[in-house]
């Protein structure tokens, strides 16, 4: 009887440990998520000097890339380009998800197509109506951290592919808000 009972109790125990270990809060989901994204080699910039409490990711500067360009907007808003492969546009708007997605579907032009909806973003590609052309790729994301907001999208007017787009989505994603000094 105890050469049966110490394994099981040993089995057990092994097993109470591992299904313990797989449970995760949304919380700690959400966190591995952002952990587990890949940026690829990236800078970061401090948008204090343009009028922004955040902190971007942008694609690292060397010998094929240049280093980022930024322009501020007569009605506040900011681009960040940085190449052809990375053009970003900043406002300070508390914004609505829901509200764009609408206007997205409203257009009579482009039919729309939502890969990634969450509830502060959006990725979507768009195409003219009836064609066989290529899709155009784009993006929108909030980021809020209650007291302050940020809208960020590909700039329009712009091609990008959806690799492209899918790397300005992640990054923008990433945007951090500075905490209040």
Known sequence: MKKIFIPSLILLAFILVKCNSEV???????????QTIDLGNVD??????HGFQIIIKVPASGSTIP???IDVLDWGAVEVRV??????????????????????????????????????????????RGTDLEPEYHFYVIISDGTKAYETEDIKGEVFSKKVTERMFNLAKAIKIKPAI
Do not use: C, H, W
Request: aromatic share 6%.
């Open 24 to 34: 995760k809060t949304e919380a700690e989901s959400n966190s591995e998520t952002e």
């Open 44 to 49: 970061e910039i401090d948008m204090g000097e």
């Open 67 to 69: 280093k980022p360009t």
């Open 83 to 128: 190449g052809n492969n990375f053009q970003i546009q900043i406002s300070a708007s508390a914004g609505d998800v829901t509200q764009r997605k609408e206007d997205i579907g409203l257009d009579d032009v482009f039919e729309t197509t939502f890969i990634i909806e969450e509830e502060n973003a959006l990725l979507y590609s768009s195409k003219i």
